[in-house]
């Protein structure tokens, strides 16, 4: 695996406005994405110039709402959903790893925050377990898929498997978090088995972890 600084992504050429819509993080960070992780997110994305983003993980909807934000305008009918963000409907039979089951349970009392955004027709919300996701109905659609769901090895192995499919090759981003984090050990060491055959870059002073594919 091979480290990078923040710096290295937030100084690259994107040919994109410097201007960004960003949120204050909330009082409440697990689960959440830090100030400079969102930052960074936001700059992975915007290579792949994205018609359509995908998000494994919706939880509170914080980082859907900063996604869609930041999307670049496009001529597509009105009825098109460009952010697909997909949670989990209900717990029973779900495996968790650490403390993801508090989390989910929390989630699930909790109202997506991207429901306050003007343009949240343009979400498409899949309430089912990752598991069952069919990637074939997504082949090649997305040009960025960020990956924070359920964080237990098979999952994380299943989301990572769907997104190679469901990911637009030639200039799409696919986009890790919780790597190095301590609860997650076997996330981690997947990654890092995984990047012998995928370029893999983790972010320096994040949990992030980006390919391009």
Known sequence: MITVRPKHVLEQDDGFSEAITFYMPSPIAAGTLTTIEQIVLLKLMRPSNPD?????????????????ANLPPRDLPSLEPRVYTLDLESLQDVEFQATDVLLAREAQE???KYLDHPNRMAVKQLL?????????????KFD????????ALRYVTSDTEKSL???????????????????FPELTQYLDGLSATLDIHHVG?????????
């Open 128 to 140: 089912q377990d990752c598991l069952t996701l069919d990637e074939n109905r997504y082949a090649q």
């Open 144 to 151: 960025f898929i960020f990956i924070d769901g359920n964080h």
């Open 165 to 183: 499919k469901m990911i637009k090759p030639g200039s799409g981003y696919i986009v890790w978090h919780d790597y190095g984090n301590p609860q």
């Open 205 to 213: 002073d994040t949990m992030l972890a980006y390919c391009k594919v």
């Open 110 to 112: 909790y109202p997506f």
């Open 52 to 68: 359509f983003v995908f998000e494994f993980g919706t939880f509170k909807g914080l980082t859907t709402r900063l996604l869609l």
